[in-house]
């Protein structure tokens, strides 16, 4: 996911931490030390997790004082969500231009979205625009991504629909959904690649079935239309549900109820039941069912 899916899934501002952490095997050593169900007084858990976390941070720390830059990385993490230390956007700088400037893709990408926020640093476009690609170069999806919103809007570089597209496509050939989505978008309008229907429908269709609410939304909105892809009202009432019963996308309800407005009462119970079932796939069974159509 990029960082605007993360946050918006986790509640954080940065990606999770790129480690296995310490605390968790610190906390049940220690339950198991003093055992369960034997002590007149129980230990007093969070206590122990508390403790644990703080073992955490400095063994961190220390490793990342030391250069480990994957350590780097993850304290600024850690600073930027402010788990187990007080949030501190300048101190999370501070970790990610170490991490950075040893070649660290996700640390490059982090701190180029922080200039291009202005989060611990001054905005400055021209600085996210240098380590968004630095990242986006050693093929990282979200960098890649976000680059391509930034040539898409503008900002930090001359608009640029052709070099948006080119970025968005290499993270949507990694099964970056936010990036499918993007795709599906400027196939149907023909913004940086010639218009194409069933294009812009093949790039909704993978955003969608990897969970992607307005991809799913959209490609309700081209069932219902018959826009790249035969009409079929079933397939079109079920992804409108899809994207009606996801927080934030309570508008596809009304789609769905113009669908509805056409279908019979067995089409509806079909689509119903469609939705029911349906569970999001994985980039990798999507690719091998791309590739076994290919052939």
Known sequence: MGL????????????????????QSLLVAMLLAVGTGTLACQPDVEALRAEAEQGDVEALRAKAEQGDVEA??????????????????????????????????????????????GEGVPQDYAEGIKWHRMASEQGLAEAQHSLGNMYGYGRGVPQDDAEAVKWWRLAAEQG?????????????????????????????????EQGNAGAQGILGLRYHSGEGVPQDYV??????????????YGYFASTRKRIA??????????????AREWKPKTWDELKQGLETESR
């Open 176 to 208: 970056y959904a936010d990036a499918q989505f993007n795709l599906g978008v400027r196939y149907h309008s023909g913004q940086g690649v010639p218009q194409d229907y069933a294009e812009s429908v093949k790039w909704y269709r993978l955003a969608a």
């Open 261 to 274: 407005d056409q279908m019979t009462p067995d089409q509806i119970a079909k689509a119903q039941r469609l």
């Open 72 to 117: 780097q990385y993850n304290l600024g993490v850690m600073y930027g969500n402010g788990r187990g230390v007080p949030q501190d956007d300048a101190e999370a700088i501070k970790w990610y231009r170490l991490a950075a400037e040893q070649g660290y893709a996700d640390a490059q990408f982090n701190l180029g979205f922080s200039y291009a926020k």
């Open 4 to 23: 605007s899916s993360v946050a918006a899934s986790t509640g954080e501002r940065y990606p999770p931490l790129r480690m296995r952490t310490l605390g």
């Open 235 to 248: 397939q079109a009432h079920m992804w409108a549900n899809l994207a009606a019963s996801k927080s934030g």
